[in-house]
């Protein structure tokens, strides 16, 4: 089970000591590494987080795998959470470090999703007027799906824009089953 304070204590944590280390960068990266790792391998997600095997199992898995590839501060951490039998929360903590990373660097995520891939121009165009808006640096990450027919979507923080043809397809579909018109004839 999730436990969200949890997971935010723990990065703060580590985000207090990457600070004072001057560390923030390294840890970062580091945990970038250690989520894609965990997310393109399903297999070590079930097995780390699997309680049916031994902890100096997983501490060896852990070892073999991430030793060397980590820094100290970044590899001892995460020892550390395998030890207090903490792995399910992983990802959550490395989502909240990635969330202290970026309002400490003023940096916005934002996701748009659109039908067709959009062109380079289109973008940046978007990313400047985001910038403008917010007075951050913009993270784009985009996400094509076909079915919105055309339009976009765009979350950043707790801003929801849905300007797609689907949504507004559905918005038709709702009211029409709602209309109480009926045909005299």
Do not use: W
Not at 24 to 49: H, K, M, P, S, W
Not at 65 to 93: M, Q, S
Not at 137 to 149: F, G, W
């Amino acid at each position: 089970m999730k436990n969200p304070k949890l997971s935010s204590r723990y990065a703060k944590a580590l985000f207090d000591f990457a600070s004072e280390k001057n560390q923030v960068e390294e840890i970062y990266g580091d945990l970038r590494l250690f989520a894609n790792t965990l997310q393109e391998n399903r297999e070590l997600q079930v097995l780390l987080r699997n309680p049916v095997i031994e902890p100096h199992q997983k501490h060896q898995i852990f070892e073999s795998i991430f030793n060397g590839t980590l820094k100290d501060t970044t590899y001892h951490f995460l020892e550390v959470l395998l030890k207090k039998k903490r792995e399910p929360a992983l990802d959550t903590i490395c989502e909240e470090y990635f969330k202290l990373y970026n309002t400490a660097h003023n940096i916005k995520p934002v996701t748009i999703t659109t039908a067709q891939p959009l062109s380079d121009a289109l973008k940046s165009k978007i990313v400047s007027l985001l910038k403008e808006q917010t007075k951050a640096t913009i993270a784009l990450e985009e996400i094509v799906d076909p079915e919105l027919i055309g339009g976009f979507i765009i979350k950043m923080d707790d801003y929801y824009f849905d300007s797609s043809i689907l949504s507004k397809i559905n918005k038709l579909r709702q009211e029409f089953s709602q209309n109480s018109f009926q045909v005299q004839f």
